[in-house]
């Protein structure tokens, strides 16, 4: 049996070490870091296809991003439902409106990603309030996860290894059963088939 691949999505400026992300990509032999172009600079169009084309490499995989990897994935889920994911961790995604190192991403969706999805929250995040963060888990259909007074969740924050992370996304791996539902390439009255 396959193990599901995890991809791993980093934010601005990427997720060098100490960064979790870093890490879960140097001790998980199923996760791979997504290469995105210019982390100093994101184009989001390019950061799209560079996402969407890991995908489909690798189907059915597990999202994991941080901050504005987060959003990205939120928009390319609700842009092309077609690609094939198992499952989305969300983790302390930055607000776009208003930022001047981001807003040319745009408005964050506020739509149902149509898979399991885990959003991951703190108290004190400066790039998004808590709030924010609950609000959009809702509209997405995501369980949302408080960490607390977690900053911003990276090196920073104390952030570097976090097998708490591992442990959420082993919670949305899906059943290795071949009966087991998964997201399908079309969506017929509201459900995928």
């Known amino acids: ?27 998980d032999p199923h996760a ?11 184009s989001p169009e390019v950061w ?3 996402l969407a084309g890991a995908i489909l490499q690798h189907p059915d995989t597990v999202l994991v991003g941080h901050s504005l990897g987060a959003v990205l994935i939120a928009r390319l889920l609700t842009k092309w439902p077609h690609l094939r994911v198992s499952a989305a961790l969300l983790v302390a995604p930055a607000e776009t409106a208003g930022n001047d190192h981001i807003g040319h ?15 991951v929250g703190s108290r004190n995040d400066p790039w998004m309030s808590f709030e924010r ?5 809702g509209v997405w259909g995501a369980q949302l996860v408080d960490l607390g007074d977690a900053g911003h ?6 952030y570097g290894p976090w097998p708490q992370g591992k442990a959420l996304a082993a919670m949305l791996r899906p059943e290795p059963l071949a009966t087991a539902p998964r997201r399908m390439a079309h969506k017929e009255g509201g459900l995928w088939l």
Do not use: C, R, Y
């Open 1 to 27: 049996m396959t193990m599901t691949k995890t991809l791993i999505v980093p934010g601005l400026d990427g997720s060098p070490a100490p960064h979790w992300q870093h890490w879960w990509a140097q001790t």
């Open 32 to 42: 791979q870091m997504v290469d995105l172009s210019f982390p100093h600079h994101p």
């Open 48 to 50: 799209e296809f560079e």
């Open 105 to 119: 991403f745009g408005a964050i969706p506020e739509q149902s990603l149509d898979l399991p999805a885990i959003v």
């Open 133 to 137: 963060a609950s609000a959009l888990a």
């Open 153 to 158: 969740v990276n090196v920073a924050s104390g």
